[in-house]
């Protein structure tokens, strides 16, 4: 029988086959983002004039899974932030993940998290609507600033609550005197904006990029920054960056998973006290992976 407290007394004395986990996980933004040099050009020539105080276009990103368009997003986002901040310039960008619940599930809620994000509280249900937009105006009006709404997976939010959401938000700008905002839709249905009503359309005026899916050579080479970063040397054996990007391209270049899925072989490795990352985990980690999508898919 395993013994709780000793368990844990040994894990703390064992060495991990990881240096820094933390750039295999989703959030991670790295120094560099590569093979995305010419969409990160587009992005930046698009939401430069935020820096001068200026409304940039409405921005639609579309492209498959794990192809880099939020990496890519935030990457911008990171240097943009930045420069606003050393040269005191009043641009804020609020980042929305559109699939999470209880946090763009109604409109109530998508503005109450846009309110929250500027550093306010609202009451989580019971306000009408066009009360919490007034607030979310007021709040927007205080200065002249630029916000730019980033709503990820842009297509959830309309599956939820409809395309007039949109419309509200596009609408926004005639009811401010000093602020602006502009809105950064990230989907992965490359038809998406063509479903939405004319009218919706018509407010938007947006300006698209569209992000091609990795081949299999530029996920290897992806992977194996990421291994330097994440493992420590020596950890991974011969063949398992080649066989895990092989796993990526067949699911149309989906880099996410693959980084993914090194993670998990790394975690599996570790629990049954290899000392290295060897193929039999990868393959485990996939039979797991898939399981876990199934699963998911099933529940929502």
């Known amino acids: 029988m395993l013994k709780i ?21 989703s959030h991670y933004v790295p120094d560099e983002v590569v093979y995305r040099e010419q969409q990160l050009q587009e992005i930046a020539h698009i939401l430069a004039p935020c820096l001068r105080l200026e409304r940039p276009s409405n921005l639609f990103i579309y492209g498959k899974t794990g192809t880099g368009k939020t990496l890519s997003v935030k990457y911008i986002l990171k240097s943009m932030v930045e420069v606003a901040v050393k040269n005191n310039i009043s641009f804020k960008p609020i980042y929305t993940n559109c699939k999470l619940k ?9 503005i109450a998290q ?24 007021t709040i927007l009006d205080t200065r002249k600033q630029i916000i730019l ?9 309309t599956k939820k609550m409809g395309d007039e ?3 509200n938000l596009t609408r926004i700008n005639t009811e401010l005197k000093n ?20 009218r919706v359309k018509s407010s938007l005026s947006e300006e698209e990029i569209i992000f091609p899916p990795y081949n299999a050579i530029q996920i ?44 998990v072989a790394g975690e599996l490795a570790e629990r049954s006290g290899s000392l290295h990352l060897a193929m039999n985990h ?12 199934i699963i998911n898919a099933a529940v929502a």
């Open 149 to 157: 709404l980033v709503l990820d997976e842009i297509d959830q939010l």
């Open 220 to 263: 290897q080479d992806i992977l194996r920054r990421r291994c330097q970063q994440a493992f420590k040397e020596g950890v991974i054996q011969p063949g398992v960056v080649e066989k895990c990007a092989a796993y990526a391209a067949r699911e149309h270049g989906d880099a996410r998973r693959a980084i993914d899925l090194l993670r």
């Open 179 to 198: 602020s602006q905002i502009s809105i950064l839709g990230i989907s992965n249905n490359l038809v998406f904006a063509e479903h939405l009503d004319p």
């Open 114 to 137: 846009f309110i929250k994000e500027l550093g306010q509280e609202v009451p989580a249900t019971g306000l009408p609507t066009d009360e919490i937009y007034n607030t979310f105006y």
């Open 5 to 25: 407290d000793t368990f844990f007394e040994n894990f703390l004395t064992k060495d991990s086959l990881f240096q820094d986990k933390s750039t295999l996980l």
């Open 102 to 110: 209880k946090v763009a599930d109604t409109e109530y809620r998508l």
């Open 282 to 293: 990868l393959d485990e980690a996939e039979k797991k992976v898939e399981c876990d999508k």
């Open 165 to 167: 959401v949109i419309y």
